[in-house]
């Protein structure tokens, strides 16, 4: 479904990515590893055209979505075409705070489905904006019941703890029907003891066979839910494979060193 | 009680002068500011130094020497004389405008970068990211440094007499050449009712806007 092969990035002298390349089928759920400053978030960055690769080639169910040969891939109108294909929830959420909840949601499908009514005639079956829009709204409904606050659709995001914004996010990402829905450390800007409820809405995605690439902290979290791991060191994958093999029989040095001080910390 | 009515409608005949000077400044400068702001925020280095050279000037001297400089200097240097409203026309809307391309500045550079790159990511436009998302944002942010200026701009009106633009203050110091004090405190009511008037307005907008947090 996604093939990645190496992607280099650096800021200025600074080497974030050296030499990324790995692959995803779908349904699979791929959980990303490593210390601060190894490279996993700007993967993820690249992976939703936020960050231009200086080098290599993104692709999604075989149709070529970046690469760096050909410079057409790089124009604006040529990267809102494809990153569709990806969905992003952020580590802060990053909710548009002048919207209620189900606006968040409804927000950006209502400005494509205008967009496709315009150029095509039609929109996932609806052929008029009243149509769609309603269809829009009951997908909606159906996500925010899905992330389990349908009683927080009129609240304004102000008024929700983290851990309900951060399923809201993760509502409005899914609302765009992303082929691969990406999180970037969902739980770090949480109080711990509002980490749960995230990590159970993931958890409920997988079971949905949702494609999915987490990058994250909690190691408990991706040996539970992972179906393959990438431990990533210093702009480069470490170490690869299922969580037993990573997690739990790391054969790079580096990799026992990382997850021995987080056994330390009692995961 | 004839002399209240005669003093008063002199006054109100300044006052219009100084109304004229901040309706047209409001409506010239938010847009001049705005273009400053875009300005002096350029990736282009020339046009953002520029900008923010012209706005540093701007900002650091009087607008009472720029008051002088635009109705002085054309018709000294070349001959070329403004009608006094005119001159002060333009020192209000460059200085006022400087000011508000600052607030405007200050109030889209606050925005997250998160909030952009959310609108990105759901795959929307750079316009609808900025229209439908950041816009409000900014105006939430702003109402209230906005609305000290357009305060501290009613006030400022009266500076339009030292080029002798007739306005309220300069026609009440005929009264007070005359021995009448009374008429000098009479324009500060006037100053103090247009304000309440400003201030009631501005706290319904802000009120308005609080509806959401953040």
């Known amino acids: 479904m996604l093939k990645v092969e190496h992607i280099r990035k650096s800021f200025g002298k600074n080497v974030v990515l050296r030499d990324i390349s790995f692959s995803l089928k779908k349904g699979e759920v791929l959980s990303i590893i490593g210390s601060s400053g190894s490279g996993k978030t700007t993967l993820l960055r690249c992976l939703n055209f936020l960050e231009t690769p200086q080098h290599g080639k993104v692709s999604v169910g075989g149709e070529t979505v970046f690469d760096s040969e050909d410079e057409s891939s790089r124009k604006e109108s040529e990267i809102r075409k494809h990153r569709l294909h990806f969905g992003l929830v952020f580590q802060n959420f990053n909710l548009f705070p002048q919207y209620?909840?189900?606006?968040?949601?409804?927000?950006?499908?209502?400005?494509?489905?205008?967009?496709?009514?315009?150029?095509?005639?039609?929109?996932?079956?609806?052929?008029?904006?009243?149509?769609?829009?309603?269809?829009?709204r009951e997908t909606a409904e159906t996500l925010l019941q899905k992330v389990g606050l349908s009683e927080k659709s009129d609240a304004y995001p102000g008024s929700l703890s983290g851990g309900q914004q951060q399923r809201v996010a993760i509502a409005r990402a899914l609302a765009m029907e992303p082929d691969i829905?990406?999180?970037d450390e969902p739980t770090s800007a949480l109080d711990p003891e509002l980490t749960g409820e995230v990590l159970q809405v993931i958890r409920g995605l997988k079971n949905t066979e949702t494609t999915m690439i987490v990058v994250t902290h909690e190691i408990g979290f991706a040996r539970d839910v992972a179906d393959r791991i990438i431990f990533m060191d210093d702009g480069l994958i470490e170490e690869e494979g299922t969580p037993q093999q990573v997690i739990d029989n790391p054969h790079s040095a580096r990799t026992r060193e990382f997850l021995a001080r987080f056994k330390q910390f009692g995961d | 009680m004839d002399q209240f009515w005669n003093v008063t409608l002199?006054?109100?005949?300044?006052?219009?002068?100084n109304c004229t000077i901040f309706l047209l400044t409001l409506v010239m400068a938010i847009p001049l500011g705005i273009l400053l702001s875009f300005g002096s925020m350029s990736k282009f280095f020339?046009?953002?130094?520029?900008?923010?050279?012209?706005?540093?000037?701007?900002?650091?001297?009087?607008?009472?020497l720029q008051l002088f400089v635009v109705f002085y200097i054309p018709s000294l240097v070349w001959d070329i004389s403004f009608n006094r409203m005119t001159a002060a026309m333009i020192a209000f809307v460059i200085n006022y405008a400087a000011y508000f391309s600052e607030i405007f500045r200050g109030g889209?550079?606050?925005?997250s970068k998160g909030q952009y790159e959310a609108g990105q990511v759901l795959g929307m436009k750079k316009s609808q990211i900025f229209f439908r998302i950041i816009l409000m944002q900014v105006i939430k942010r702003i109402v209230t440094p906005i609305s000290n200026e357009i305060i501290t701009l009613i006030k400022d009106t009266s500076l339009a007499r030292v080029i002798m633009v007739p306005e309220m203050l300069k026609v009440s110091e005929r009264f007070t050449v005359q021995g009448l004090i009374?008429?000098?405190?009479y324009t500060g009511v006037f100053f103090l009712l247009f304000n309440g008037v400003l201030t009631l307005l501005f706290s319904f907008m802000e009120k308005k806007l609080n509806y959401y947090k953040g």
Do not use: Y
């Open chain 1, 181 to 183: 829905l990406c999180f």
């Open chain 2, 10 to 17: 002199t006054l109100l005949e300044g006052f219009t002068q």
């Open chain 2, 108 to 111: 889209m550079e606050g925005i």
């Open chain 2, 182 to 185: 009374w008429p000098l405190f």
């Open chain 1, 100 to 136: 209620t909840v189900i606006d968040n949601i409804i927000l950006a499908p209502t400005l494509m489905a205008k967009e496709q009514l315009r150029q095509h005639g039609f929109c996932k079956g609806a052929d008029n904006m009243k149509q769609a829009q309603r269809m829009i």
């Open chain 2, 46 to 64: 020339p046009l953002k130094g520029f900008v923010r050279a012209i706005v540093w000037a701007i900002r650091g001297t009087p607008l009472l």
